[in-house]
């Protein structure tokens, strides 16, 4: 069973550091592309950007680009977001998304993490 | 890269049939293809048409999907209770990228 399971729920301040984590199980993991998706209170699904596991190759959406990092672990099968510096317009629902292999759409989604930032 | 454009919200009574659109352009839903997503508050999203019109295993035949132009229509038929969510579209954009639309929500009256 193909499942991506996210890490918990954050609350940081302004200007602090965050990784959190996706970790894929059930499927060969370096072989499927990986979104991090973000939805911000009573709003809709934003897509922030993509990356595959097998040579760690990531887009960004102009939108994000520079503002996060999307990594990769694939000794450990796990996707990562980060953060440098928060901000309080940072404060969403994060989810992570498998693609699917044959097709282009998000199949699998992680449960969500929610990042509250504030002061 | 804007978000594709959805109508904010959408009715219809139990057994209607609703459409919701979904408009984008020649670099995205035009020449590529569209996913739609249904998500009910406070979970997660889940995908309810691919490859512009294909439904995945164990998604209602009540849900089906067109594209015309610079245009993607997701149809729902015999409106139920239950229907009522979020929707999305979702298109490539090229270059590994992809948008979402600005999300409809669907209420049932």
């Known amino acids: 069973e193909v499942q991506l399971v996210q890490s918990g729920a954050e609350v940081k301040k302004p200007g602090e550091s965050l990784k959190i984590s996706c970790k894929g199980s059930?499927?060969?993991?370096?072989?499927?592309?990986i979104a991090w998706v973000r939805q911000m209170p009573g709003k809709g699904l934003e897509w922030m950007g993509i990356?595959?596991?097998?040579?760690?190759?990531?887009t960004y959406s102009p939108s994000f680009q520079g503002q996060v990092t999307i990594s990769v672990d694939r000794s450990i099968n796990t996707a990562y977001l980060q953060w440098s510096s928060l901000k309080a317009s940072d404060s969403a629902m994060y989810y992570c998304?498998?693609?699917?292999?044959?097709?282009?759409?998000?199949?699998?989604w992680g449960q969500g993490t929610l990042v509250t930032v504030s002061s | 890269q804007s978000a594709l454009t959805q109508p904010a919200s959408v009715s219809g009574s139990p057994g209607q049939s609703i459409t919701i659109s979904c408009t984008g352009t020649?670099?995205?839903?035009?020449?590529?293809?569209v996913s739609w997503y249904q998500q009910y508050p406070g979970r997660v999203p889940k995908v309810m048409i691919y490859?512009?019109?294909k439904r995945p295993s164990g998604v209602s035949d009540r849900f089906s999907a067109s594209k015309s132009g610079n245009t993607a229509s997701l149809t729902i038929s015999g409106l139920r209770a239950d229907d009522e969510a979020g929707y999305y579209c979702?298109?490539?954009?090229?270059?590994?990228?992809?948008?979402f639309g600005n999300g409809t929500k669907v209420t049932v009256l």
């Open positions: 998304a498998r693609q699917n292999g044959d097709f282009l759409f998000w199949e699998f």
């Open positions: 059930g499927y060969f993991f370096p072989s499927y592309w």
């Open positions: 990356i595959y596991p097998g040579d760690s190759d990531a």
């Open positions: 020649s670099s995205d839903v035009g020449n590529n293809r």
């Open positions: 490859d512009d019109s």
């Open positions: 979702c298109s490539y954009a090229g270059s590994s990228t992809y948008v």
